[in-house]
Nanobody, 127 residues
Framework: QVELVESGGGLVQAGGSLRLSCAASGRGISTFSMGWFRQAPGKEREFVAAISWSGGNTYYADSVKGRFTISRDNAKNTLYLQMNSLKPEDTAVYYC????????????????????WGPGTQVTVSS
């Protein structure tokens, strides 16, 4: 069992940056593939980024590629999402997710692939 708690959300102007963190407790994340999803008001929850537990493989949604960077520190049990050049359409609740895997290179992009979710943190980008 692992518990995830996001932090770092807030209000930022368009073009600005935020860094989200996700602290894991209960079990080390070194064998968990992890990622970020987001959900804007009235929209479906969507994939943002994923990272293998080795940290060697990452994958991004086209909408954030080149602007967001996912990373992890297994020793600190923490996942990060650096968000640069933020746009109003990035406004959403951002969720940290984790899935146990035996493969150090695996990452997942579907909601159903993840069985651990944080409560979410709000990111609001003003124009």
């Amino acid at each position: 069992q692992v518990e995830l708690v996001e932090s770092g959300g807030g209000l930022v102007q368009a073009g600005g940056s935020l860094r989200l963190s996700c602290a894991a407790s209960g079990r080390g994340i070194s064998t968990f593939s992890m990622g970020w999803f987001r959900q804007a008001p009235g929209k479906e929850r969507e994939f943002v980024a994923a990272i293998s537990w080795s940290g060697g493989n990452t994958y991004y949604a086209d909408s954030v590629k080149g602007r967001f960077t996912i990373s992890r520190d297994n020793a600190k049990n923490t996942l990060y999402l650096q968000m640069n050049s933020l746009k109003p359409e990035d406004t959403a609740v951002y969720y940290c997710v984790a899935a146990w895997t035996i493969s150090g290179s695996a990452y997942y992009t579907r909601k159903n692939d993840y069985n651990y979710w944080g409560p979410g943190t709000q990111v609001t980008v003003s124009s």
